[in-house]
């Protein structure tokens, strides 16, 4: 016999041999309050991450038919993203180095004078990339945390 173990709704899952015995919450139920019979072993209140949010954020987009949903999300603070992203050069070399950005990306991006004009290149290449996950450790890991604040807003409007 092995025990599968608790599911978010609090199921467990028993196997014999010749048998499978589901306990606990199986009477499609809606989890209580926490502490109550059937209840979830997850805190409804826990914080969700930025990523997690950004992933349901991106899903309704698409359930509201957005063609690219990582593109409608950037849109009304694309202009932003483009003035107040420091150091591009660096932010395209980190985004390289966890191969989201090819060699020839990356020389686009620095191929460009100003900033401004680095970060439209890299945004759009981001974007129609679908790669908003992989800029988020990037943004932080390259000094931009202003940037992730904007994102933040973006996911909690």
């Known amino acids: 016999m092995s025990v599968n173990g ?3 709704t609090g199921t467990f899952t028993v196997h014999n041999l010749t048998s ?10 809606s989890p209580q309050e926490p502490n109550q019979p059937g209840a979830s072993r997850t805190n409804p209140n826990e914080k969700k991450t930025l990523r997690e949010k950004l992933e349901a954020k991106l899903r309704n987009l698409e359930l509201d038919g957005a063609i690219n949903p990582h593109e409608e999300f950037c849109r009304t603070k694309m202009t932003i993203f483009y003035s107040e992203t420091t150091n591009p050069d660096n932010l395209a070399d980190k985004l390289y180095e ?3 950005l090819s060699k020839q990306d990356v020389e686009k991006v620095k191929s460009k004078v100003w900033n401004y004009e680095k970060n439209a290149a890299l945004y759009d290449i981001v974007v129609s990339k679908r790669a908003l996950f992989e800029l988020l450790e990037a943004l932080k890991t390259s ?9 933040e807003e973006l996911v909690e409007s």
């Open 6 to 8: 608790i599911n978010n």
């Open 20 to 29: 499978t015995v589901i306990t606990g919450n199986h009477n499609n139920q």
């Open 98 to 100: 966890v191969k989201t």
């Open 143 to 151: 000094g931009n945390e202003n940037i992730l604040k904007l994102i």
